[in-house]
């Protein structure tokens, strides 16, 4: 885009009259495939203008080949048995005959990193790497007996579809098998970027620029770029199969709605103004992002569907389906989530939620309110063990002043509610259903006392426990028993919990962060009244009735719905009875028992 507009008139990018909307396409289609031999077929692609990554057939993304495949055994996750970090090796027994020099590797280093390396020299069973640009820290470290596998070499291509491009021939080999290519529509992306707001690379930032009702596909980097300006407007716009569709950084007063985006590689929206304000990301369609292990990007803050950073920020009534990581990330003072709808999360990496923060010491005025968030997944394979560690609502690393409350949770593969060193967060009126752990309460080593929050009028139906808290350093920095920590969290109180599940309620600790003899301290886990004791507060909570099952039901809708059981009696968990039939708010969830 070559100049800015103003506020009386902006520049429109859009399609007029009738008819199927325009696409800007950086695809290019490819033919005149070779047999290279053992089901690969190849042909050359000129001067691509974009890291090659975007392959389609049919219209259907297709993976870079891997060894192991991903539906190996252990998802195609090999183990390391040693690393070492300052000379950047791995070492495994089960490397075997083939020397991977020139290829990638693929490592897993944290939950939520995935690495794509690039192998250097392999000497018998150990094989040096570099990490890629930009990674550092503890974060970017290799971790013993934590997962790998190879990428980006055509001895891996051995199922259709897969792909291999060799940059020094400009060649891509796809494996077909007993397939003949020319009975498919082939492309691959040949541009970086489709429209480029500048910001960047001595290009001037521009602002008051509305982009509409433009199909948009096959963009090697991000479908919209831009750095820095104000008022941008992306709206009715579609977006599929890219590696990005939508960056815009340092922006203010900039609106992304009603857009639907699929298939992406990496990130779907990504929204991050920092101290700027008044970003809107609203009604979009978000799907499948970031399903591919080492096809998105290296290092923290990738295959998330919703990315925003930035003061009075409103995210609403998005709907979000089948993501890598995080459905929705946000930060900044004043910022608001509510009426989205969240499904499948933490599909490729976990330790994340479906919607998440993280930080935000002096942030304040935060509300995530009315959103429906249902099936995290969990990526357990790769890591440290095979328990997934996902969460429905994660707030996490010192995030404060962040008012939680009228969301409904279910099935979730570790926790509903998760709240990490953090001070003033109120959890009110969230329904939580079958979830390990309805609360996970944790002052991890590194983060703040968990002080001044407030957990009131929760539903919890677990199927293990209702609350666990975990102290990582009880005595530092100063020396505290358990009792009185826990009593400094904040207020309890007219909750719903279970009773007739293995552990009610739970707490642990370590007394100090380094480790040593006793350090470790777990009592029994308890039932309610005792917890009601020791906590000093839960006055006015309840328990569940022992072996009531509930039918949970959640309305994705923004219009009331009516749940129909006629010729019978259900009765809400305040004990209310109903008779034949229940009317369902919008955005919200219900037990019936």
């Given at each position: ?9 902006p ?20 033919n ?5 031999g ?9 001067t ?7 392959v389609t ?5 297709q993976?870079?080949?891997?060894f192991?495949?991903a ?12 690393v070492?970090?300052?000379t ?6 089960d ?18 990193i995935?690495?794509r ?13 570099t ?17 790998y ?13 897969e ?12 494996f ?6 020319a ?11 489709l429209?480029n ?5 001595g ?11 433009i199909?948009?596909?096959?963009a090697?980097k ?6 820095g300006?104000?008022?941008?407007i992306i709206?009715?716009?579609s ?8 960056d815009?950084f340092?922006?203010?007063?900039s ?5 639907i985006?699929?298939n992406c590689?990496n990130n ?5 103004a ?6 809107t ?5 978000i799907k499948n ?25 409103n ?5 979000i389906?089948s ?11 004043g910022t608001?989530?509510s009426y989205?709808?969240i499904t499948?999360f933490?599909m490729?990496?976990?330790d994340?939620?479906g919607?998440?923060?993280q930080g935000?010491?002096k942030?304040?005025?935060r ?6 968030v249902v ?14 560690s ?20 279910g099935?979730?593969?570790d926790?509903g ?5 953090t ?11 079958n ?5 996970k309460l944790?002052r ?16 919890c139906?677990?199927?293990k426990t ?17 009792k009185?920590?826990?009593?400094a969290i904040g ?6 919990y279970?009773?007739d ?7 642990f600790?370590?007394?100090?962060a ?6 470790y ?10 917890w009601?004791?020791?906590?000093q ?6 328990v569940f009735k022992?072996g009531?099952?509930?039918v ?17 009696t259900k009765m809400l968990?305040d004990?209310t009875s ?9 955005y919200s ?5």
């Amino acid at each position: 885009v070559g100049k800015s507009g103003n506020s009386s008139t902006p520049i429109i990018i859009g399609s007029y009259g009738s008819g199927p909307k325009p696409k800007i396409s950086g695809f290019t289609t490819l033919n005149n495939w070779v047999s290279a031999g053992s089901g690969i077929f190849k042909t050359t692609i000129s001067t691509p203008n974009a890291p090659l990554i975007v392959v389609t057939i049919n219209n259907n993304l297709q993976r870079m080949g891997r060894f192991p495949n991903a539906d190996a055994s252990n998802g195609g996750w090999l183990n390391n048995e040693d690393v070492n970090n300052n000379t950047l090796s791995i070492t495994d027994k089960d490397l075997g005959p083939t020397n991977w020099t020139g290829a990638e590797a693929v490592m897993r280093k944290q939950r939520w990193i995935i690495d794509r390396c690039k192998v250097i020299a392999q000497n018998g069973n150990s094989f040096s790497y570099t990490n890629p640009t930009g990674t550092i820290g503890a974060a970017s470290a290799a971790k013993k007996g934590w997962g790998y596998f190879f990428q980006n070499d055509i001895r891996t291509l051995d199922q259709f579809g897969e792909w291999f491009f060799n940059t020094a021939t400009n060649e891509l080999s796809i494996f077909f098998g007993n397939n003949n290519p020319a009975a498919y529509k082939i492309k691959t992306a040949i541009s970086d970027t489709l429209i480029n707001l500048g910001g960047a690379k001595g290009r001037e930032a521009k602002s008051f620029i509305t982009i509409e009702k433009i199909n948009f596909e096959g963009a090697g980097k991000v479908a919209i770029f831009g750095l820095g300006g104000s008022n941008i407007i992306i709206k009715n716009c579609s977006f599929n199969n890219n590696f990005n569709a939508i960056d815009l950084f340092y922006t203010s007063n900039s609106t992304t709605s009603d857009n639907i985006i699929s298939n992406c590689l990496n990130n779907g929206i990504v929204q991050v103004a920092m101290s700027y304000a008044n970003s809107t990301i609203q009604n979009n369609t978000i799907k499948n992002i970031g399903l591919f292990a080492g096809m998105g990007g290296s290092g923290d803050a990738n295959y998330a569907a919703l990315r925003q950073n930035g003061n009075k920020g409103n995210i609403n009534h998005n709907k979000i389906d089948s993501v890598g990581y995080n459905g929705i990330e946000y930060n900044g003072s004043g910022t608001n989530v509510s009426y989205n709808i969240i499904t499948n999360f933490c599909m490729t990496k976990d330790d994340g939620g479906g919607i998440y923060t993280q930080g935000g010491l002096k942030e304040n005025d935060r509300t995530v309110s009315y959103n429906i968030v249902v099936g995290g997944i969990g990526a357990p394979l790769g890591s440290e063990n095979k328990l997934p560690s996902t969460v429905g609502i994660y707030t996490d690393d010192n995030s404060n002043n962040v008012n939680i409350n009228h969301n409904t949770i279910g099935n979730i593969a570790d926790a509903g509610l998760f709240c990490n060193g953090t001070n003033s967060v109120i959890l009110d009126n969230n329904i939580i259903y079958n979830v390990p752990v309805a609360i996970k309460l944790t002052r991890s080593t590194t983060n703040q006392l968990l002080r001044n929050n407030s957990i009131t009028n929760n539903q919890c139906y677990p199927t293990k426990t209702n609350i666990v808290y975990w102290n990582g350093r009880l005595q530092e920095p100063e020396v505290l028993d358990i009792k009185t920590d826990m009593h400094a969290i904040g207020k309890f109180d007219n909750n719903f919990y279970r009773s007739d599940i293995p552990a009610p309620f739970r707490w642990f600790y370590h007394k100090h962060a380094i480790d040593s003899p006793g350090n470790y301290v777990e009592p029994p886990s308890t039932y309610f009244s005792f917890w009601q004791n020791f906590i000093q507060d839960e006055a006015n909570s309840h328990v569940f009735k022992p072996g009531a099952v509930p039918v949970f039901k959640f309305n994705v809708t923004g219009n009331p719905m009516v749940i129909k059981f006629a010729g019978q009696t259900k009765m809400l968990p305040d004990g209310t009875s109903l008779t034949n039939n229940y009317t369902l708010p919008a955005y919200s969830g219900v037990l019936l028992f």
